[in-house]
Nanobody, 120 residues
Framework: QVQLVESGGGLVQAGGSLNLSCVAS????????MGWYRQAPGKQRELVAL???????IYADSVKGRFTISRDKAKNTVYLQMNSLKPEETAVYYC??????????????WGQGTQVTVSS
């Protein structure tokens, strides 16, 4: 069974930084892409950043220049360094793994989410 476990959320003042981590566990052979989404109260879940297996990174326009995604493929881990955080970025941040090949099956997986709260 594939599981994604996030860590690193918390409370930070506006302008501050946080670093999120997510580890995928299970009998995993390959993962195509790993990344982060977020969902604020009353809003839809949205893409924050994604890192593919060939090294391509995708960012939401609102976080470009402030957030950095990185990935350790050997450890099935993805990180999100978030700088200059804004109060409107308060949300639950979810780890996402796409096209995970494990136990002879292919699937997409989500973590439980980690709360990020940015105070003004």
């Amino acid at each position: 069974q594939v599981q994604l476990v996030e860590s690193g959320g918390g409370l930070v003042q506006a302008g501050g930084s946080l670093n999120l981590s997510c580890v995928a566990s299970g009998n995993i052979l390959t993962i195509d892409a790993m990344g982060w989404y977020r969902q604020a109260p009353g809003k839809q879940r949205e893409l924050v950043a994604l890192a593919t297996s060939i090294g391509r990174t995708i960012y939401a326009d609102s976080v470009k220049g402030r957030f950095t995604i990185s990935r350790d493929k050997a450890k099935n881990t993805v990180y999100l360094q978030m700088n200059s955080l804004k109060p409107e970025e308060t949300a639950v941040y979810y780890c996402y793994a796409e096209s995970v090949y494990a136990d002879y099956e292919l699937g997409d997986y989500w973590g439980q989410g980690t709360q990020v709260t940015v105070s003004s």
